[in-house]
C-alpha cells in the first residue's frame, strides 16, 4: 500500500527491518522535504514487493557498473516533475539508490548513491566510488555519490 511521506513527522512505516532504520526514515523524510520544496510534489512509497517493476528497472540500470545490491529492497518511490523521471528504491542496508532520468536530454541521466547514517560503504560500491559527505537535519549526516547512465532505458 503506498504512503506519503510527511517530513515533518519522520515515519519509520516501512523500514523497520533495517538496522538504521531511524536514518534511513530520516534520509527518505529528506527525500520528500526536497521535491515537497522544489516541485510542490508529494513523496510517495510504495513497498517493494508491490513495486517490483521499479526495483528491476534500477537494477537493470546498474549493471552498467556490473552493480548488483546485495541488500533486500524495502521501498520506492517514482516522480515524473518537469521531464525528468525519478526512481527511488530505499535498501534494508540503509542505502538509497536514485535514478534521474531525463527524458529529453541524453546527458542529464545520472544515478545517485546515499548512503544513511551508521552504515558501512556496501562492498558492491567500495572499489567503485568516493563518497561525498553532506549534513541533514532529517537525516544527520548522509555520504553520496552518482555516475552517469550512458544507455537508454
Given at each position: 500500500?503506498?504512503h506519503v511521506i510527511d517530513f515533518k513527522t519522520v ?143
Amino acid at each position: 500500500m503506498a504512503h506519503v511521506i510527511d517530513f515533518k513527522t519522520v515515519s519509520t512505516a516501512g523500514l523497520e527491518s533495517s538496522p538504521v532504520v531511524d536514518a534511513l526514515a530520516g534520509l527518505r523524510a529528506n527525500e520528500a522535504r526536497y521535491f515537497f520544496n522544489k516541485y510542490k510534489a508529494e513523496f510517495v512509497t510504495t513497498p517493494a514487493s508491490e513495486s517490483q517493476d521499479r526495483v528491476d528497472y534500477v537494477s537493470r540500470i546498474l549493471m552498467e557498473r556490473d552493480i548488483v545490491v546485495s541488500t533486500p529492497a524495502l521501498e520506492t518511490a517514482e516522480l515524473l516533475v518537469e521531464g525528468i523521471r525519478w526512481t527511488f528504491v530505499f535498501y534494508q542496508s540503509g542505502l538509497e539508490v536514485n535514478v534521474l532520468y531525463n527524458l529529453e536530454d541524453p546527458k542529464k541521466r545520472a544515478v545517485g548513491f546515499k548512503l544513511s547514517m551508521g552504515m558501512d560503504v556496501p562492498e558492491e560500491l567500495a572499489s567503485k566510488f568516493k563518497f561525498a559527505r553532506q549534513k541533514s537535519k532529517l537525516a544527520g549526516e548522509i555520504r553520496g555519490s552518482f555516475f552517469v547512465i550512458k544507455g537508454e532505458y
